[in-house]
């Protein structure tokens, strides 16, 4: 039942609406198409004749928040200081990223979800943006460039070259970090350097060199200026708080960017992820399917990592070539690799993109641990029981521990079964005792499960705890996928140590 408010509570509503449209250059017809309501309703709610629908006035907050009209928020028109990129962050990147964030949030939560349109349109643009600023909102797009999911899968494609093929910095600069970081340029302290980069990130970009030993390595090198970017960034992925309470009616306010924004900083820390990889490279020394590379701390510093160079086929080279067989062998380790340390080191690596992954014969290479996440004895008990609890049906266990978690924060309402139903699925290749293949509609039909056709959505929460668990199985769901991986995931999770 659409809320009814007086005339004057109206007014001021529809004076917002139309000060957002009259920035955003639009006409009413053109908010219409945006917003997937008819020109009618736009019309009536400006003149104040007709209430503004509560999900309409989430989305309007979410363009007004990126196009910094809410007050006091007027610094976010003051450009980010990683130089070399010739595109700053202002308000016109604003709108393009609200217009994005704002299209999701419609196709995921509106009625009118699914209306015809042309989601490709401005994306080739989006994304040279979003590889030029580097940060989080690029890494916001190497998720679309991946992840399965509802709206998004449409935009995968254009969206991938950010996973590592985006625009580099200029040459000068990065040596500059390497010579304020190491005390000299690389052209002194290498054999040979190469200025083209292998691979370009969010954070910082790898370049090839060689020691004077003849010791082959990979140098990753942090953008000058990459932080203070990163925090501005947060100021305009607000929109996913915004968009979080708007699916999960009873999510605390700022957890997600808070997580987001710790992890950020962590991230830019090259001496931590240094500790972090061989702290993996060490847990994983004696597995013959597994390869992390050798770190040479001579050479690193907060803001640069030297890594043993090691060889191996990239993941869109390897899907294109190889054989099913050789596919299911590699995501039997990915799901490895995620799951043991998850349940026997508590530590999980959250960054799961295509990326991040080399292949080798029977081998995978794994890289880039700057987000990796310490998780509880208590949570990953909770975890591991819940994971048995589906498997063997028991409803009472799965709902006390939706409780226990802090899933739902008024049980008033909430919809055990559905829940119970609702998580079978999304466990379902852990549960069955059969072998089961990872497909894009698998993926989907999870995501639209627990977004959209989620009964329980205005009633939960998600746990702070959860958020790069459920950003890990999301991205590692979605590799699976790619691969069309097919094993008995059951018992490859029973046997982990």
């Known amino acids: 039942m659409p809320r009814s ?9 529809a004076m917002r609406l139309r000060k957002l449209r009259e920035a955003l250059q639009f006409s009413q017809r053109d908010l219409a198409s945006e917003f997937r309501v008819a020109h009618t309703a736009v019309s009536s709610w400006e003149s104040g ?26 610094e976010r028109s003051s450009s980010s200081e990683l130089p070399g990129t010739g595109v700053s962050r202002n308000v016109r990147l604003s709108l393009g990223i609200a217009g994005l964030a704002a299209r999701f949030a419609g196709r995921f939560l509106m009625k009118w979800a699914g209306a015809d349109a042309d989601p490709m349109k401005d994306s080739a643009k989006l994304v040279q943006t979003l590889g030029n600023l580097k940060g989080l909102l690029m890494k916001a797009g190497q998720m679309v460039g991946y992840v399965h999911a509802g709206g998004i899968s449409a935009l995968r494609e254009p969206f991938e070259i950010l996973q590592s093929n985006a625009s580099p910095l200029r040459p000068d600069l ?43 390595v990979a140098l990753k090198v942090q953008y000058p200026g990459i932080r203070k970017s990163l925090h501005s960034d947060l100021k305009y992925t607000r929109f996913i708080d915004l968009f979080g309470t708007l699916v999960f009616r009873k999510q605390d306010r700022e957890s997600f960017v808070d997580e987001l924004a710790n992890q950020a900083d962590l991230e830019c820390d090259y001496t931590r992820e240094r500790l972090s990889q061989e702290r993996f490279r060490k847990i994983f020394e004696n597995d013959p399917e597994v390869r992390i590379p050798k770190t040479l701390p001579e050479f690193c510093s907060p803001r640069v990592l030297a890594q043993e160079k090691l060889s191996g086929r990239s993941f869109r080279s390897f899907c ?76 009472n266990r799965v709902a006390a521990l939706a409780i ?7 049980t008033e309402g909430f919809d055990f079964d559905h829940h119970f139903e609702m998580l079978s699925f999304l466990y379902s290749p852990f549960i069955k005792d059969e072998e089961f293949t990872f497909t894009p509609a698998f993926v989907e039909n999870v995501w639209s499960r627990i977004i959209l056709n989620n009964k329980n959505r205005a009633r939960s929460s998600v746990p702070r705890d959860w958020i790069f668990v459920n950003r890990l199985q999301w991205g590692l769901y979605s590799v699976l996928a790619e691969l069309r991986a097919r094993t008995n995931w059951k018992r490859l999770l029973d046997s982990l140590p």
């Open 174 to 216: 990065i040596e500059r970090v390497i010579e304020e970081e190491l005390g000299a340029s690389p052209r002194y302290l290498f054999a040979s350097w190469n200025p083209v980069p292998l691979g370009v990130g969010s954070i910082g970009q790898v370049h090839e060199a060689r020691l004077r030993n003849g010791t082959e």
């Open 5 to 13: 408010q007086p005339e004057s509570k109206r007014k001021p509503e």
């Open 404 to 410: 226990e978690m802090g899933y739902v924060p008024e």
């Open 49 to 74: 004749a007709r209430t503004i629908p509560g999900p309409v006035l989430k989305l309007m907050e979410i363009y007004e928040d990126q196009a910094g009209m809410v007050p006091m928020r007027s």
């Open 320 to 395: 294109a070539v190889e054989s099913q067989a050789r596919k299911d062998h590699a995501g039997r380790i990915l799901f490895r690799f995620a799951f043991e340390s998850l349940f026997r080191h508590h530590i999980l690596n959250c960054d799961p993109h295509p990326g991040n992954f080399q292949f080798n014969g029977d081998t995978v290479i794994f890289y880039d641990f700057g987000s990796v996440k310490e998780l509880t004895p208590g949570f990953v008990e909770s975890f591991r029981d819940l994971i048995r609890a589906l498997q063997r049906g028991d409803r």
